[in-house]
């Protein structure tokens, strides 16, 4: 892979999970970073005396910056608040608001980066609504009509058209659930296991898409560096695991029992649609990552949960 040391990265979306990791690897190969947020104060002290420029808009970023590359990662949590209309337009909007105003920013600056690497998530193929989980998607599978399918296409079609007519490298994302000690979903999901209380969610046999979060980060500068075939990519680990096998691996690392389950009809009568993040979805296939030659370091669950939970 190629050297990044002393280039510039622009981050969007720099002060969630996934960016935060990435600044400080990038920090370490000695790039300057650029972040985008909403409130910069907030983490000015975490990166003062630090290679790390904040702004709030684009147009703070100074004129004729180098951008060597680009990382999208803005939007708003999909399951930190319950969904309304109201909420539903938030989600879309703060992925597809801070995309366009990318694409028109590079577009006025005529920037040209080395890749541009923009978010989306496994979310895009859905769930299966025959609830058999037979059938492993990879990145040619459709998008369905449902929310959690509509957010991902809507953030991907801010980008990819604009991507193929401007000739610039784009490489898009489709995230699974992102497995880090820093990671609220994840920290969400062992809880109940830890207090030996929930195990199974629902019948345990719907699938867990996920990946480890050194995986994220290497799979990243993977795709920013190498001449990668695709623009599309499933970041998610090789082996199907469902919700039920988590549980398990979990028990036996943790020496816990979890004898309760939780209904999936209670899920739906406090979640309704939402719900569905969690009682439903689709196995997902790196396909496209693996053809590229990318090597996984946490392939399997245990391998995974084996370095998180020791």
């Given at each position: 892979?190629?050297?990044?040391?002393?280039?510039?990265?622009?981050i969007?979306?720099?002060?969630?999970?996934?960016?935060?990791a990435?600044?400080?690897?990038?920090?370490?190969?000695?790039?300057?970073?650029?972040?985008?947020?909403?409130?910069?104060?907030?983490?000015?002290?975490?990166?003062?005396?630090?290679?790390?420029?904040?702004?709030?808009?684009?147009?703070?970023?100074?004129?004729?910056?180098?951008?060597?590359?680009?990382?999208?990662?803005a939007?708003?949590?999909?399951?930190?608040?319950?969904?309304?209309?109201?909420?539903?337009?938030?989600?879309?909007?703060?992925?597809?608001?801070?995309?366009?105003?990318?694409?028109?920013?590079?577009?006025?600056?005529?920037?040209?980066?080395?890749?541009i690497?923009?978010?989306?998530?496994?979310?895009?193929?859905?769930?299966?609504?025959?609830?058999?989980?037979?059938?492993?998607?990879?990145?040619?599978s459709?998008?369905?009509?449902?929310?959690?399918?509509?957010?991902?296409?809507?953030?991907?079609?801010?980008?990819?058209?604009?991507?193929?007519?401007?000739?610039?490298?784009?490489?898009?994302?489709?995230?699974?659930?992102?497995?880090?000690?820093?990671?609220?979903?994840?920290?969400?999901?062992?809880?109940?296991?830890?207090l030996?209380?929930?195990?199974?969610?629902?019948?345990g046999?719907?699938?867990?898409?996920?990946?480890?979060?050194?995986?994220?980060?290497?799979?990243?500068?993977?795709?920013?560096?190498?001449?990668?075939?695709?623009?599309?990519?499933?970041?998610?680990?090789?082996?199907?695991?469902?919700?039920q096998?988590?549980?398990?691996?979990?028990?036996?690392?943790l020496?816990?029992?979890?004898?309760?389950?939780?209904?999936?009809?209670?899920?739906?009568?406090?979640?309704?649609?939402?719900?569905?993040?969690?009682?439903?979805?689709?196995?997902?296939?790196p396909?496209?990552?693996?053809?590229?030659?990318?090597?996984?370091?946490?392939?399997?669950?245990?391998?995974?949960?084996?370095?998180?939970?020791a």
């Amino acid at each position: 892979m190629q050297n990044l040391a002393q280039h510039t990265i622009l981050i969007t979306g720099g002060t969630g999970l996934i960016g935060t990791a990435l600044i400080q690897y990038f920090l370490a190969q000695q790039c300057h970073i650029i972040v985008l947020t909403r409130s910069p104060e907030q983490v000015s002290a975490k990166y003062q005396n630090k290679a790390v420029t904040l702004v709030p808009h684009f147009n703070d970023i100074s004129p004729n910056t180098t951008i060597d590359y680009v990382i999208n990662l803005a939007g708003e949590n999909i399951s930190s608040q319950r969904w309304n209309e109201q909420r539903k337009q938030v989600l879309i909007q703060s992925r597809v608001n801070t995309t366009k105003q990318l694409t028109n920013w590079l577009d006025t600056q005529n920037i040209k980066p080395k890749c541009i690497i923009s978010g989306s998530a496994v979310g895009y193929y859905g769930i299966d609504q025959t609830k058999t989980w037979q059938h492993v998607c990879n990145e040619n599978s459709p998008p369905q009509n449902i929310f959690i399918s509509e957010i991902c296409q809507k953030w991907e079609k801010a980008i990819l058209p604009w991507a193929i007519e401007q000739q610039q490298n784009l490489k898009i994302i489709r995230l699974g659930v992102v497995f880090s000690q820093h990671a609220p979903a994840f920290k969400q999901m062992l809880l109940p296991i830890k207090l030996n209380a929930v195990g199974n969610i629902g019948s345990g046999q719907q699938p867990l898409t996920w990946i480890h979060i050194e995986d994220v980060i290497n799979a990243i500068v993977f795709l920013m560096t190498s001449r990668g075939k695709h623009q599309i990519y499933n970041l998610s680990a090789p082996q199907q695991t469902s919700q039920q096998q988590f549980v398990m691996a979990c028990k036996s690392i943790l020496h816990k029992h979890t004898p309760f389950s939780v209904p999936e009809s209670l899920l739906k009568l406090v979640l309704k649609e939402q719900a569905e993040l969690i009682t439903n979805g689709q196995y997902v296939s790196p396909t496209h990552l693996s053809d590229d030659g990318y090597q996984f370091l946490y392939p399997t669950l245990d391998q995974a949960l084996g370095h998180l939970l020791a």
